[in-house]
């Protein structure tokens, strides 16, 4: 009994190599593009793209400056491959935790015909480039420390001008991120506010 409880009590921001596999189909529609993904349990939002996702994806708008691209806590790819099929010219790095969701990444990218960079890190443990544009839906299961985490340390991370996109519901502590970002890049915009969505953005000046 304590091992099962233990099982079904691992979340997808961790790497539970016990859980069954039992693999979903969609299809996202995504700014004139059909995007195909497999989901499976132990990922996040695993029969859809979240509500969350979808108004970030929605309100980003990226100009040929911004080359390189890292999707924190990518899951099954969603921004990576979702914003790589619009924005063509993007190089885009995908890291996670799960080695599940990371597979299921790579599968996602032959199905749409798209390259990325995919690799696992704990937040942005293995990661050493640079880059113009940081997106996260950020784990918030997982608690303040990681989410305070993958906010405040996207500066180190970020080139001169850099970007980083965030989605957090506002009883989630959309207000908490908001005042953490200030902290480190000073002036930060909400995006958008849908439904208690907050997309909040910061520029590294």
């Not at 039992?22 to 979240?50: A, C, W």
Request: include cysteine.
């Amino acid at each position: 009994m304590g091992s099962f409880v233990l099982i079904i009590m691992k979340h997808y921001y961790t790497n539970n190599e016990e859980l069954i596999s039992n693999p979903e189909q969609f299809v996202f529609h995504y700014r004139d593009h059909d995007l195909y993904f497999t989901s499976d349990n132990g990922v996040f939002s695993k029969k859809m793209i979240d509500y969350g996702s979808r108004v970030l994806l929605n309100a980003i708008e990226l100009d040929e400056s911004k080359v390189k691209l890292l999707d924190v806590g990518c899951g099954y790819g969603t921004f990576g491959i979702s914003l790589k099929k619009v924005y063509p010219f993007l190089e885009v790095d995908m890291v996670d935790v799960n080695n599940r969701a990371l597979d299921l990444v790579k599968e996602n990218l032959k199905a749409n015909k798209l390259e990325a960079n995919v690799y696992l890190s704990d937040v942005y443990e293995n990661v050493s480039d640079q880059y113009d544009v940081i997106v996260t839906n950020p784990p918030i299961r997982a608690g303040k420390e990681v989410v305070t985490k993958i906010l405040v340390e996207a500066k180190d991370h970020l080139n001169e001008n850099g970007e980083i996109w965030v989605v957090i519901q506002k009883k989630q502590g959309a207000p908490s991120a908001k005042k953490n970002l200030e902290k480190v890049f000073g002036n930060v915009e909400i995006v958008k506010r849908d439904k208690g969505y907050y997309i909040l953005k910061a520029i590294n000046k």
